[in-house]
């Protein structure tokens, strides 16, 4: 069997299968089924910086409120212990997973400002993380606020976060930006040891009857991965950045796909809540059996493979698929035809 070995952000790994940060991360037994099937690293779900804020906030306002209310309870303060609010059960999820899997376990901080994140990197650091996962959701909102200045607070999170800790940061990028090339250099100058394409941009519907906003979540399809796979494609070749693909991957020849394309991993999510966190063994089965038919020693050896570096011109390449998938779509058209 072809050896699925890989490395990623500088630690080795068993498998290039990676659980992503989803709700099934916070389930330390349906990790444990992750791992033993073949998963070769696990992100943990996200640490979210608006929620952060909303608890230690709400907690203040229950004590300033009864402080308010009852003169003898005034100078009071309750001991740091009373509320379970900031990080800390978020690091006592952290350890136990550490104590659970024998493989990486990366922390996940989702957050949009410099701040207090630097306080939480480096608490996850000590709590035993083997790397950071820094989840750049952003969806510009403003018509004052330009892309660049939207980019450049997002490397001053960055850099921020590498300052601070010596653990390796891996970067969880969305698809909006004019340049994710340029973009992704710009991490790595600014410290970052990979990147993951793409976070998927959570759409809520419109609930008709209700005339009120749908947000049920609606889990990725195949579809989504061609995306990923062109961005890989592209930065395979520009980048000594560990690769990362999300989104779309729900079969053994999807993974073999976005390694061609460039990944050292691929980062599991809908395919696991689907099927199970035991489904791992059948993808790493067809990843290993397609490496085998394809003569391929190892995974390693097929990463890269069908990126851009063979084309001469990569924006003629570019702009010649996108005319000549039209034409093929012009080719079987076939309900314009004359009888």
């Not at 749908?214 to 989504?224: K, M, Q």
């Amino acid at each position: 069997m072809s050896d699925l070995s890989t490395t990623w952000l500088g630690l080795p790994l068993r498998s290039p299968l990676v659980v992503a940060a989803s709700p099934l991360s916070r389930d330390p037994d349906a990790i444990a089924q992750a791992v033993a099937a073949g998963a070769g690293a696990v992100v943990m779900h996200s640490l979210f910086e608006e929620q952060l804020i909303h608890e230690q906030m709400s907690a203040h306002r229950f004590i300033d409120s009864r402080i308010d209310m009852d003169a003898e309870t005034q100078g009071i303060r309750p001991g740091a212990g009373a509320f379970s609010v900031d990080a800390e059960p978020y690091l006592r999820e952290l350890k136990e997973l550490k104590h659970r899997v024998d493989v990486p376990v990366l922390a996940s901080l989702n957050g949009t400002t410099p701040g207090g994140w630097t306080r939480y990197a480096k608490r996850l650091e000590d709590a035993g993380a083997d790397a950071l996962e820094l989840n750049l959701y952003e969806v510009a909102t403003s018509p004052d606020e330009s892309g660049a200045a939207v980019e450049q607070r997002q490397l001053e999170v960055v850099r921020s976060i590498v300052a601070a800790v010596k653990l390796p940061v891996n970067v969880k990028l969305t698809s909006f930006y004019a340049s994710v090339p340029a973009f992704v250099r710009s991490l790595e100058q600014a410290g970052a040891r990979g990147v993951v394409v793409f976070n998927r941009f959570y759409q809520p519907d419109i609930a008709l009857e209700t005339l009120d906003v749908d947000r049920r979540l609606v889990p990725s399809t195949p579809a989504e991965l061609p995306l990923r796979l062109h961005a890989l494609a592209l930065l395979s070749p520009t980048t000594k950045l560990s690769l990362g693909c999300t989104g779309g991957v729900h079969s053994g020849l999807d993974v073999a796909k976005a390694i061609l394309s460039g990944a050292h991993v691929v980062q599991l999510a809908s395919v696991l809540l689907e099927h199970g966190p035991g489904h791992v063994a059948a993808l790493r089965d067809e990843l290993a059996g397609w490496l085998d038919a394809k003569g391929y020693k190892s995974s390693a050896q097929a990463r890269g493979v069908l990126d851009v570096s063979s084309a001469p011109d990569a924006h003629a390449w570019e702009r010649l698929n996108y005319t000549r998938m039209l034409n093929a779509w012009r080719a079987r058209d076939g309900w314009r035809k004359e009888p």
